[in-house]
């Protein structure tokens, strides 16, 4: 075992009883790995809009306001009412943070499997994260190849399984081409890679042209800008071309993922061979997967009634895909790390230095394009 410190820095998130949210760090006593665990010292982790979701919840930003504790910044915000009926259930309990990373095993259990990885550099899923240190089981680990970069592995679970898990899950429903939203993050640029690998007709819903021409360049053939006054009739007309009847929305809030229904449902009744008052009998289903816009979702009912609208978290998917599809999935990400699945960062910042004040609302602002990667151990 490597000489540790004594205690491991963790931040934690805590909403108070009185309609506070309060982000700090905190020192733990080291953990020591069971039998079938490794101790990880975290060389990076990626700021996923999921665990923005963890780390401010239902906070009013506008709000937040710094201090320090132990010589330690601590991040404190008030929560309005929506927002503590929202978070209810964790009201009291002060939760880690993080839901992937990258390091090196620095200590290992004495089962086989543990002793395995001793050495070895990881990625991993399992949350708590955001610390020096990470206790976890083996199956919670990725194995990378000798020289790995950590920024490389630091984004191998959350956006690589999810862009293979959109279509994988267009397969299994029996659709055969896939719209997405926000499709110039680094979620989308690896789903353009691998639909285009794969042979997937794929319509990407960007908001600006320089997302328009990244997308371009990355070989993207149906590409929308949301900010056309005509967006509406090239989002139809891409449809018509490739025949999507499913799509997935990073958004959320607002009236895109209506839109994409309306406009599936348009493409549907285009191929009609007779008129029905209750619209196509073509199916159409949009899953909403983030919270870009926290507002209402708008539907404007247009797109008959053959259609669905749901919600899509990565962790069901994979527990229904089963034992030999994720193995499946995990293998394809660390044979493509550096070229389909490669994640670009636009800020590398310390573990502290994420609870900097103007550090947070930049962050937190989620613009595309921009991605924090915290490097716990510099």
């Known amino acids: 075992m490597t000489d540790l410190p004594d205690t491991n820095l963790v931040m934690l998130t805590l909403v108070k009883p009185e309609g506070e949210l309060e982000v700090f760090f905190e020192r733990r006593p080291m953990p ?82 543990a002793q395995a990885l001793l050495g070895k550099t990881v990625a991993m899923l399992g949350g708590e994260i955001y610390a020096e240190y990470r206790c976890l089981p083996v199956g919670m680990c990725l194995p990378l190849p000798d020289g790995t970069d950590p920024a490389d592995g630091a984004s191998c679970f959350v956006n690589p399984l999810t862009s293979q ?70 989002l139809i007309a891409a449809i018509v071309e490739t025949g999507a009847t499913l799509g997935f929305d990073a958004i959320g809030g607002g009236k895109l993922a209506g839109q994409m229904l309306a406009a599936m449902e348009v493409a549907a009744v285009k191929r009609m061979a007779t008129y029905s008052r209750y619209g196509s009998d073509t199916f159409k289903q949009v899953y909403i997967y983030g919270a870009l816009d926290l507002g209402p979702t708008i539907l404007n009912r247009s797109f008959g009634l053959t259609w669905s609208l749901s919600g899509f978290l990565l962790t069901p998917f994979l527990q229904k895909a089963g034992a030999e599809v994720v193995g499946r999935l995990r293998q394809r990400v660390v044979d493509e790390l550096t070229t389909t699945f490669k994640s670009h960062y636009s800020h590398d910042i310390s573990l502290t230095e994420a609870l900097d004040l103007e550090v947070a609302h930049a962050y937190n602002a989620k613009r595309t394009g921009e991605k924090y990667l915290i490097r716990p151990n510099g």
Do not use: W, Y
């Open 32 to 113: 020591t790995p069971k039998p079938h665990e490794v101790l990880v010292k975290v060389h990076a982790t990626p700021i996923n809009p999921s665990d923005l979701g963890l780390l401010f919840g239902g906070a009013d930003m506008s709000t937040a306001r710094a201090s320090t504790r132990d010589g330690l910044p601590v991040i404190t915000a008030d929560v309005p009412p929506p927002g503590m009926r929202a978070m209810s259930g964790r009201i009291g309990e002060a939760l880690p943070i993080g839901n992937e990373g990258s390091g090196v095993v620095v200590a290992a259990g004495d089962s086989p499997e």
């Open 165 to 234: 898990a959109f279509v994988e899950t267009m397969r299994m429903e029996g659709h055969s081409a896939i719209v997405h939203t926000a499709a110039a993050s680094n979620l989308g640029q690896m789903l353009v890679k691998i639909c285009a690998a794969d042979g997937v007709p794929l319509v990407n819903i960007v908001r600006s042209e320089a997302q328009v021409k990244l997308l371009k360049d990355l070989g993207a053939e149906h590409i929308v800008n949301s900010s056309d006054d005509d967006f509406q009739d090239k």
